[in-house]
């Protein structure tokens, strides 16, 4: 059978925190090429350069020579930088935002009785951790739920017994009981 590729085509899940993240880093670039762009103004004012323009010599304070072709640098090093990191934090944004949708969905049908969703994502995908624990409280939740029943079916027998035995009643409530108290409310 032939494998399909599959092409991601929504690359924004969660828009508000992958556009945050992304800025977060992209200011981070910005922010260091200004420091950078500062520090080597302010370590060349006591400095001078001798430089040749037009045919004659001059004498000019270094971060007046350096200035400009310095800006041009800084500009074109952080619009390019900025871009890589824009596409870099989109990708690594979206293997946590990818996750974080899926298994907020997920906890959704959870909440509404359905223990049985799958928490499962992607291999390469992060939040394996949570996955993997959530999955665990599912299956926790299923065990609880399936002892329960089991435990209301035993008790509907032992009530459509001829005789009503108060003991073996209240052994099976007793029985409900003990499991009910495992939640914590």
């Known amino acids: 059978m032939e494998k399909k590729n599959i092409r ?8 508000e925190f992958q556009a945050e993240f992304i800025i977060k880093f992209c200011s981070i670039v910005i922010l260091a090429s200004l420091i950078i762009g500062l520090l080597v103004i302010f370590l060349s004012q006591g ?7 037009n045919t004659r010599v001059l004498v000019k304070n270094t971060s ?20 890589s990191v824009i596409i870099l934090t989109l990708f690594t ?5 990818g996750p974080l949708y899926r298994l907020k969905k997920e906890i959704e049908l959870f909440k509404r009785g359905n223990l049985s969703p799958s928490f499962r994502i992607r291999s390469k995908d992060q939040l394996q951790g949570l996955a993997n624990a959530l999955s665990d409280l599912a299956n926790s939740f299923k065990d609880k739920h399936k002892a329960l029943r089991d435990k209301a079916l035993e008790l509907k027998v032992v009530l ?12 099976k409530l007793k029985e409900i009981e003990d499991i009910l108290n495992y939640f914590k409310i």
Not at 8 to 15: D, G, V
Not at 93 to 97: E, Q, R, T, V, Y
Not at 160 to 171: L, P
């Open 160 to 171: 459509q017994t001829s005789h009503y035995d108060r003991d073996a009643i209240n052994a």
């Open 8 to 15: 991601r085509s929504h690359y924004f899940i969660e828009k």
């Open 93 to 97: 944004s979206h293997k946590i935002a």
């Open 47 to 53: 400095s001078t350069t001798v430089t040749i323009e």
């Open 64 to 83: 007046d020579f350096i200035f400009p072709i310095m800006l041009q640098t800084l500009i074109i090093a952080t619009v390019l930088s900025s871009l």
